[in-house]
C-alpha cells in the first residue's frame, strides 16, 4: 500500500510564498514522475508542475517563473516552491506519484492541501 501524506499549505497574503511536501511510503519499487495538480469548485483538476526521474520539470504556464518543484529520491519526496503567489492560485494541491509495479505504472494521490492567496 502506498500513501502520500502532503503538508505546507495554509493562507498567504498576495506576493508571499508557501512550500509543500509530499512524502511518499509504503511499497514503492521505483517512483518514475512526481508532480503536484490543483482543483478549484466547478473546474477540472489541472496540472501545476512535474518532475521526472531524471529531474526534467515541466510548468503550467501560469506558474512558471514563479513555482518551482524538485524532490529528494533517497526520501521519496516532492517539494514545490511557490512564489510571488496570487489569488488565482486558490485551489486544492493534490500531490501524485507514478510508480513502476510489475502490472505496470499506477498512479498514486495525496489527500489535497488547501491554498488560500487573499489579502
Known amino acids: 500500500q502506498v500513501q502520500l501524506v502532503e503538508s505546507g499549505g495554509g493562507l498567504v497574503q498576495p506576493g508571499g510564498s508557501l512550500r509543500l511536501s509530499c512524502v511518499a511510503s509504503?511499497?514503492?519499487?521505483?517512483?518514475?514522475?512526481m508532480g503536484w495538480y490543483r482543483q478549484v469548485p466547478g473546474k477540472p483538476r489541472e496540472l501545476v508542475a512535474a518532475?521526472?526521474?531524471?529531474?526534467?520539470?515541466d510548468y503550467a504556464d501560469s506558474v512558471k517563473g514563479r513555482f518551482t518543484i524538485s524532490r529528494d529520491n533517497a526520501k521519496d519526496t516532492v517539494y514545490m516552491e511557490m512564489n510571488r503567489l496570487k489569488p488565482e492560485d486558490t485551489a486544492v494541491y493534490y500531490c501524485?506519484?507514478?510508480?513502476?509495479?510489475?502490472?505496470?505504472?499506477?498512479?498514486?494521490w495525496g489527500q489535497g492541501t488547501q491554498v488560500a492567496v487573499s489579502s
Open positions: 501524485y506519484i507514478a510508480v513502476a509495479e510489475v502490472a505496470g505504472m499506477t498512479d498514486y
Open positions: 509504503g511499497s514503492i519499487f521505483r517512483i518514475n514522475e
Open positions: 518532475v521526472t526521474g531524471g529531474g526534467h520539470t
